[in-house]
């Protein structure tokens, strides 16, 4: 027994991970009304006692019960153990309380590989999903967000597909962070394939999760109802690149039904990667361009992204006096005397005067026999781009 689950609990439910499909809401509701032991009982009692699962056909029943009579929970908690992980359920200490958002669609219970407590690690994540065939651009927007998240300590969550998912988990590794994966299918098999190494590192470093017992093979259906369990478990979702029809949507619609932060990160207007994630934009969903953006939806008061502006200009730290008589002056390289200048600013000529000697000193003016001009540099503007210092 293990905060105050049973021994017979833990092994019922790890039963029905063999049973019921993640997300089937019918099961949820006899496994909430029965319990994981009764609800066990009924599928594998000899005869089947009839209209002992209400609301459902006989022939699902039936398809059940053959699932059930092949269940053989010992083993895949010997097997899971047997990569260092461990099965966690509802009650446990490691639970994350707020997959109970799903109701009667929330896990039986989580195959979880790696070392540390993944309901701590629950409140502080946020979700980085995107496209598998994602651009050169998708992968490092989603890599640097990633990173940037991690270095300020917060938990990024993916599926382990290939493309944003990816460079999201490599992008958190990179900066030494915490990242968890969520799996399609059992928690021992590396899937996609060509990502073996990357899910052994993600286990190593940080968790590896799935709703499915050991060994249990991924299919489409199974992709879709897994990244409900990314939306309920983190604070926020992120969309890197998706198109109008993209697992990533559901994830991102999943955490706005459930009343999570639901974030996307803009692309080219006419990239199809991005038309998904600007549909989401033009929703409910907050626009978001670094990791800085992110942590201030998500995060507690206080954690604020630094201001957006353009780089402060010298003539920026004009006082108004200075600034008037500096705008007076042509442009072009001509050359105006001071009277005019004066004029033009709506000052007297010695003020004007002594502003002009000021704005000389300080390289904005210079004389021209008895004028003044502005020098190159005060007519050159900077082309700078947002977010300079």
Same mark, same amino acid.
């Given at each position: 027994?293990?905060?105050?689950?049973?021994d017979?609990?833990?092994?019922?439910?790890?039963?029905?991970?063999?049973?019921?499909e993640?997300?089937?809401?019918?099961?949820?509701?006899?496994?909430r009304?029965?319990?994981?032991?009764?609800?066990?009982?009924?599928l594998?009692?000899a005869p089947?006692?009839?209209?002992?699962?209400?609301?459902?056909? $006989?022939?699902?029943v039936?398809?059940?019960?053959?699932?059930? #009579?092949?269940a053989?929970?010992?083993?895949?908690l010997?097997a899971?153990?047997a990569?260092?992980g461990?099965?966690?359920?509802?009650?446990?200490?490691e639970?994350p309380?707020?997959?109970?958002?799903?109701?009667?669609?929330?896990?039986i219970g989580?195959?979880?590989r790696?070392r540390?407590d993944?309901?701590?690690?629950a409140?502080?994540?946020?979700?980085?999903?995107?496209?598998?065939a994602?651009?050169?651009?998708?992968?490092?927007?989603?890599a640097?967000?990633?990173?940037?998240?991690?270095?300020?300590?917060?938990v990024?969550?993916?599926?382990a597909?290939?493309g944003? *998912?990816?460079a999201?988990?490599r992008?958190?590794?990179a #900066?030494?962070?915490?990242?968890?994966?969520?799996l399609?299918n059992?928690?021992?098999?590396?899937?996609?394939?060509g990502?073996?190494?990357l899910?052994?590192?993600?286990a190593?470093?940080?968790?590896?999760? @799935?709703e499915?017992?050991?060994?249990?093979?991924?299919?489409?259906?199974?992709?879709?109802?897994?990244?409900?369990?990314?939306a309920?478990l983190?604070?926020?979702?992120v969309?890197?690149? #998706?198109?109008?029809?993209?697992?990533?949507?559901?994830?991102?619609?999943?955490? $706005?039904?459930?009343?999570r932060f639901?974030?996307?990160?803009?692309g080219?207007?006419t990239?199809?990667?991005?038309?998904?994630v600007h549909?989401?934009l033009?929703g409910?969903?907050?626009?978001?361009? *670094?990791?800085?953006?992110?942590?201030?939806?998500?995060?507690?008061?206080?954690?604020?992204?630094?201001?957006?502006r353009?780089?402060?200009?010298?003539?920026?730290?004009? *006082?108004?006096?200075?600034?008037?008589?500096?705008?007076a002056?042509?442009?072009r @390289?001509?050359?105006?005397?001071?009277?005019?200048?004066?004029?033009?600013?709506?000052?007297t000529?010695?003020?004007?005067?002594?502003r002009l000697?000021?704005?000389?000193?300080?390289?904005f003016?210079?004389?021209?026999?008895?004028?003044?001009?502005?020098?190159?540099?005060a007519?050159?503007?900077?082309n700078?781009?947002?977010?300079?210092?």
């Amino acid at each position: 027994m293990t905060g105050g689950v049973t021994d017979r609990e833990r092994w019922a439910r790890a039963a029905l991970t063999r049973v019921v499909e993640p997300g089937d809401e019918h099961g949820g509701r006899w496994l909430r009304e029965l319990g994981a032991v009764e609800l066990l009982r009924r599928l594998t009692a000899a005869p089947y006692e009839a209209e002992a699962l209400a609301g459902a056909s $006989q022939r699902r029943v039936e398809g059940l019960r053959l699932r059930a #009579a092949r269940a053989q929970p010992e083993r895949d908690l010997a097997a899971v153990a047997a990569v260092g992980g461990r099965f966690v359920v509802p009650g446990d200490p490691e639970w994350p309380g707020q997959l109970d958002d799903l109701g009667d669609g929330r896990p039986i219970g989580l195959w979880v590989r790696g070392r540390p407590d993944l309901r701590r690690w629950a409140l502080r994540s946020v979700a980085v999903v995107g496209a598998r065939a994602c651009t050169p651009y998708g992968a490092h927007m989603a890599a640097t967000l990633a990173s940037g998240l991690a270095e300020r300590g917060w938990v990024v969550v993916s599926g382990a597909a290939f493309g944003v *998912d990816g460079a999201a988990h490599r992008g958190a590794l990179a #900066a030494e962070g915490a990242t968890v994966a969520v799996l399609a299918n059992g928690v021992d098999v590396a899937y996609p394939r060509g990502h073996a190494e990357l899910i052994g590192r993600i286990a190593e470093q940080g968790l590896v999760i @799935g709703e499915l017992p050991p060994g249990a093979h991924p299919t489409p259906s199974r992709f879709i109802l897994r990244n409900r369990v990314i939306a309920a478990l983190t604070r926020g979702t992120v969309v890197v690149e #998706a198109e109008y029809r993209s697992g990533s949507l559901v994830t991102a619609r999943a955490a $706005q039904r459930l009343g999570r932060f639901t974030m996307g990160v803009p692309g080219p207007a006419t990239s199809g990667l991005s038309a998904g994630v600007h549909e989401l934009l033009r929703g409910e969903a907050e626009l978001v361009t *670094d990791a800085a953006e992110v942590a201030e939806l998500v995060g507690d008061i206080g954690d604020l992204a630094p201001a957006r502006r353009g780089p402060v200009l010298p003539r920026d730290l004009l *006082d108004p006096a200075g600034a008037r008589v500096l705008e007076a002056l042509p442009p072009r @390289g001509r050359a105006a005397t001071a009277s005019t200048v004066a004029r033009d600013a709506g000052t007297t000529v010695d003020e004007a005067l002594g502003r002009l000697y000021e704005l000389h000193a300080l390289g904005f003016v210079e004389r021209r026999g008895e004028g003044w001009q502005l020098t190159a540099g005060a007519i050159r503007r900077p082309n700078a781009r947002r977010g300079g210092a």
